[in-house]
């Protein structure tokens, strides 16, 4: 008995995935794909097209699969097309033009065996949101008014619910978040930036300012202050050349050892870092954050 046309897009969708697995992992179908497989895969996807596909959306594939409709079932033909280019195949249309007369399906056309139902809306590529994220920077933050920092954080959030969110996102939420004095949420969005990016010493950096939760150093607890330096040093370890982080470290020494009587094992030099002016809207924000005065530690 032939097979209707919703049964064969779906055999299509299986076909798919079964040539992405067998290129993934040749030994290991992709209806038993696992945690660890996924995240695999989307590592991978992401280092070839320099898109991402979030985790949720691979799992509702890989239960689509398998048949588990789950509550709805959606997808975005841009999500198929980016996966497309993994298997070397410059769309999911692609893909199908190309095979359907090995599966037998050559009375339909390409566009009809497109798994039909799914979400349309158009997809909104890394590309794009990074491109977006660059219109905020420490400079411009400077000069919001309130109501445009709520604005920008608004249209950050909203952005956060996209599967291709990625960690310039959630820094920019901290940062923003910081700004207005929200400093659990600050600390929350950016050890997510962290997770998804381990590497940016921004991300330390701005994690180290939100944990004084509005406090000057000495007004903190020992146990604040160590956890505060370890992501000062991680974020001088990965770059050690910029002088806002051994300013932050030499405020730290002071205002908090040397208030205090003590000797900061991770700091002995009794003098503030040559400052220039390399980032002066950062250096404002760094003295704003803590709470001290700019002018007494050294003169423009």
Same mark, same amino acid.
């Given at each position: 008995?032939?097979?209707?046309?919703?049964?064969?897009?779906?055999?299509?969708?299986?076909?798919?995935?079964?040539?992405?697995?067998?290129?993934?992992?040749?030994?290991?179908?992709?209806?038993?794909?696992?945690?660890?497989?996924?995240?695999?895969?989307?590592?991978?996807?992401?280092?070839?097209?320099?898109?991402?596909?979030?985790?949720?959306?691979?799992?509702?594939?890989?239960?689509?699969?398998?048949?588990?409709?789950?509550?709805?079932?959606?997808?975005?033909?841009?999500?198929?097309?980016?996966?497309?280019?993994?298997?070397?195949?410059?769309?999911?249309?692609?893909?199908?033009?190309?095979?359907?007369?090995?599966?037998?399906?050559?009375?339909?056309?390409?566009?009809?065996?497109?798994?039909?139902?799914?979400?349309?809306?158009?997809?909104?590529?890394?590309?794009?949101?990074?491109?977006?994220?660059?219109?905020? %920077?420490?400079?411009? &933050?400077?000069?919001? !008014? $309130?109501? #445009?920092?709520? @604005?920008?954080?608004?249209? =950050?959030?909203?952005?956060?619910?996209?599967?291709?969110?990625?960690?310039?996102?959630?820094?920019?939420?901290?940062?923003?978040?910081?700004?207005?004095?929200?400093?659990?949420?600050?600390?929350?969005?950016?050890?997510?930036?962290?997770?998804?990016?381990?590497?940016?010493?921004?991300?330390?950096?701005?994690?180290?300012?939100?944990?004084?939760?509005?406090?000057?150093?000495?007004?903190?607890?020992?146990?604040?202050?160590?956890?505060?330096?370890?992501?000062?040093?991680?974020?001088?370890?990965?770059?050690?050349?910029?002088?806002?982080?051994?300013?932050?470290?030499?405020?730290?020494?002071?205002?908090?050892?040397?208030?205090?009587?003590?000797?900061?094992?991770?700091? %002995?030099?009794?003098? &503030?870092?040559?400052? !220039? $002016?390399? #980032?002066?809207? @950062?250096?404002?924000?760094? =003295?704003?954050?803590?709470?001290?005065?700019?002018?007494?530690?050294?003169?423009?």
């Amino acid at each position: 008995m032939a097979k209707s046309l919703s049964e064969s897009q779906f055999d299509v969708f299986v076909y798919f995935f079964d040539a992405i697995a067998k290129k993934h992992t040749p030994n290991k179908s992709f209806k038993d794909y696992i945690e660890r497989d996924i995240n695999r895969l989307i590592e991978q996807l992401q280092e070839k097209t320099k898109e991402k596909i979030g985790r949720t959306t691979i799992v509702n594939y890989r239960d689509r699969y398998n048949k588990k409709e789950g509550e709805k079932f959606t997808y975005l033909k841009s999500y198929l097309d980016i996966l497309a280019q993994y298997i070397d195949y410059s769309s999911y249309k692609n893909f199908i033009k190309e095979n359907k007369a090995f599966w037998g399906l050559e009375k339909y056309q390409a566009e009809e065996l497109i798994l039909s139902g799914g979400n349309k809306k158009k997809h909104k590529s890394s590309t794009d949101e990074k491109r977006y994220c660059k219109k905020l %920077s420490y400079k411009k &933050l400077s000069g919001l !008014t $309130q109501k #445009e920092i709520i @604005e920008y954080t608004q249209s =950050f959030l909203s952005q956060t619910k996209s599967e291709s969110s990625n960690d310039k996102v959630f820094f920019w939420l901290g940062v923003l978040f910081l700004s207005q004095n929200q400093y659990e949420e600050a600390i929350m969005y950016l050890k997510e930036s962290i997770k998804i990016n381990p590497i940016d010493d921004e991300y330390h950096y701005n994690l180290a300012l939100a944990m004084f939760k509005g406090k000057r150093p000495f007004r903190l607890k020992m146990n604040e202050i160590k956890e505060i330096q370890t992501s000062l040093k991680t974020a001088i370890r990965i770059n050690i050349k910029k002088e806002k982080y051994h300013c932050l470290k030499h405020l730290i020494t002071q205002d908090y050892f040397r208030r205090s009587g003590l000797d900061d094992p991770d700091n %002995s030099s009794n003098n &503030l870092p040559i400052i !220039t $002016q390399e #980032e002066p809207n @950062e250096l404002e924000r760094l =003295f704003s954050t803590l709470g001290l005065s700019k002018d007494n530690y050294f003169k423009n």
